[in-house]
């Protein structure tokens, strides 16, 4: 399957989202496509090679009303696929926007209420069962089920850490992310349009670091 894509096909599809009536199949599809492969892809490599953190975080809000919604027209995969995602970016907004306080106490929300799961295979050696600790949610003969929290414990803890010592008043500007501001109005448009330029040519998203901007 081609997944090639033009700008005039990404932005009807973010028009038909935003501007179509709620209860249209149009914007029931656009829904779909949004939060689905390789459209996801490239909406949250734009937001972070951006630095959008602010507006990716007000999407994945406006995106999980949709879901909601839509809830009763998706099939279970679908809209656990759909909640996994969302939730993960809004987790990733919040640690780019550095609000460690927000961030623990919306991953412990998480953790507790949207027990999605990861499936592992069971190891063969005893040590091996014992390093997903609270993540593993149950077992049986063949798999371990591990809640999909688990790969991002690393942040989790990193943000612990961060926490740490900014409540024992040592220096923490050195651990923030660069904000948008940062970046001039022709940055940004560069960053957005080299991006697109890797939709446009099929290229893999990663190949966009390595493009040299023009100098006028």
Same mark, same amino acid.
């Given at each position: 399957?081609?997944?090639?894509?033009?700008?005039?096909?990404?932005?009807?599809?973010?028009?038909?989202?935003?501007?179509?009536?709620?209860?249209?199949?149009?914007?029931?599809?656009?829904?779909?496509?949004?939060?689905? $492969?390789?459209?996801?892809?490239?909406? #949250?490599?734009? %937001?972070?090679? *951006?630095?959008?953190?602010? +507006?990716?975080? !007000?999407?994945?809000?406006?995106?999980?009303?949709?879901?909601?919604?839509?809830?009763?027209?998706?099939?279970?995969?679908?809209?656990?696929?759909?909640?996994?995602?969302?939730?993960?970016?809004?987790?990733?907004?919040?640690?780019?926007?550095?609000?460690?306080?927000?961030?623990?106490?919306?991953?412990?929300?998480?953790? $507790?209420?949207?027990?999605?799961?990861? #499936?592992?295979? %069971?190891?063969? *050696?005893?040590?091996?069962? +014992?390093?997903? !600790?609270?993540?593993?949610?149950?077992?049986?003969?063949?798999?371990?089920?591990?809640?999909?929290?688990?790969?991002?414990?690393?942040?989790?803890?990193?943000?612990?850490?961060?926490?740490?010592?900014?409540?024992?008043?040592?220096?923490?500007?050195?651990?923030?992310?660069?904000?948008?501001?940062?970046?001039?109005?022709?940055?940004?448009?560069?960053?957005?349009?080299?991006?697109?330029?890797?939709?446009?040519?099929?290229?893999?998203?990663?190949?966009?670091?390595?493009?040299?901007?023009?100098?006028?």
């Amino acid at each position: 399957m081609d997944h090639r894509i033009n700008m005039h096909q990404m932005l009807m599809t973010q028009k038909s989202v935003i501007s179509s009536p709620i209860n249209s199949k149009q914007h029931f599809n656009g829904f779909k496509q949004m939060l689905s $492969y390789p459209y996801w892809n490239y909406v #949250t490599e734009i %937001i972070n090679s *951006t630095r959008s953190y602010e +507006e990716g975080y !007000g999407f994945a809000e406006r995106m999980s009303e949709l879901l909601n919604i839509y809830a009763s027209r998706l099939d279970a995969e679908e809209y656990k696929d759909f909640d996994k995602n969302l939730l993960t970016l809004k987790l990733s907004m919040l640690d780019k926007l550095d609000r460690w306080f927000a961030y623990l106490h919306f991953f412990e929300t998480i953790f $507790y209420e949207k027990p999605y799961e990861l #499936t592992y295979s %069971i190891p063969t *050696t005893g040590p091996e069962l +014992e390093r997903f !600790g609270r993540y593993l949610l149950r077992i049986d003969e063949y798999h371990q089920y591990i809640h999909f929290l688990y790969p991002l414990n690393y942040r989790y803890e990193v943000i612990q850490r961060k926490i740490q010592r900014l409540q024992q008043r040592k220096s923490v500007s050195h651990l923030m992310h660069h904000q948008q501001h940062l970046l001039t109005d022709e940055e940004i448009e560069w960053r957005y349009q080299r991006i697109m330029t890797c939709i446009q040519q099929g290229l893999p998203l990663w190949w966009s670091s390595f493009m040299k901007r023009e100098r006028n």
